[in-house]
């Protein structure tokens, strides 16, 4: 199976080359890297150059846009000029960070997942930061769920959920909307990726009521935000982030921000919430 990979990049000379290494050593090489230079003030978009001069599989696609960084939307719309640079002649289409080391065999195995049955949609590793000299698991999300920064598509997937949403929750809404239209994820615990970066260590205020407001773009209501906010809080080891999301819900609500579902998507996740919760409880 062939795959492409569209890396949104911003400001990562510390990390781009160490990335971009990790993927020429692959044992099964992609087929195309397209790197998309997110207005970047560094050298980030010299080292992508000198990668695309050794391999002829790796592009660079330099994106101008404002400076101002929200997580979701900016990544997703320098993801959306990737996909303008790439041709349909790929089974898997995938989206990673431009911070992270993945093993030799990631891709490899990435495959035998999509292989062994046509109904797996997605599939992922596992984040790993190190932290006093040893790597841990970012442990931010349920072992079921494929963190944003190494998510990979099936095409047909990826048609079918109508590819990826400029906004935060994107890499949620992506996976639950896998779920409505009957398609499988597959995370795999033995696919150990550093990720030099902890997510989300820059964010700032407005960035957290951003969280809130994607709990409600996604449908979720006041009772499943309430609960998906405390457990995301706890899990940050960071309580008072509660409020912030609470704020940022009813800031969204009160707008009447337009969600990034359908009504019928929306019931759906509200649904499929609800029964995740009532089988860790029960």
């Not at 698991?137 to 095409?155: C, F, M, P, Q, V």
């Not at 809080?233 to 309580?239: E, I, S, W």
Request: glycine share 6%; with cysteine; proline share 3%.
């Amino acid at each position: 199976m062939k795959y492409y990979l569209i890396i949104p990049t911003y400001n990562e000379e510390k990390f781009i080359s160490l990335t971009l290494q990790s993927l020429v050593e692959q044992t099964v090489l992609p087929s195309k890297v397209v790197v998309v230079n997110d207005n970047s003030t560094d050298g980030t978009a010299a080292i992508i150059e000198e990668f695309a001069k050794q391999y002829p599989w790796i592009s660079l696609v330099n994106k101008i846009s404002d400076a101002v960084h929200l997580p979701g939307s900016k990544v997703i719309q320098a993801f959306h000029e990737g996909e303008k640079h790439i041709d349909e002649n790929y089974d898997i289409l995938v989206k990673i960070d431009a911070d992270l080391i993945f093993p030799s065999n990631y891709f490899e195995t990435i495959i035998k997942h999509f292989q062994s049955d046509e109904r797996i949609g997605m599939v992922g590793g596992f984040c790993y930061i190190e932290k006093n000299g040893d790597w841990i698991l970012e442990n931010l999300t349920d072992k079921d769920h494929i963190r944003g920064a190494l998510k990979a598509y099936r095409k047909a997937t990826f048609k079918e959920i109508g590819g990826l949403k400029p906004a935060m929750g994107w890499d949620t809404v992506d996976e639950l909307l896998c779920k409505f239209y009957n398609w499988k994820i597959v995370t795999d615990s033995s696919l150990h990726v550093k990720h030099l970066k902890p997510t989300g260590a820059r964010y700032d205020k407005t960035a957290r009521y951003k969280q809130g407001e994607a709990f409600y773009t996604l449908g979720y209501g006041f009772f499943i935000t309430a609960i998906a906010s405390a457990k995301l809080a706890m899990m940050k080891k960071k309580p008072f982030l509660f409020i912030d999301y609470l704020k940022g819900f009813w800031k969204a609500k009160i707008a009447k921000k337009p969600l990034l579902v359908t009504t019928e998507q929306a019931k759906f996740i509200r649904s499929y919430r609800l029964q995740k919760m009532k089988e860790k409880l029960f």
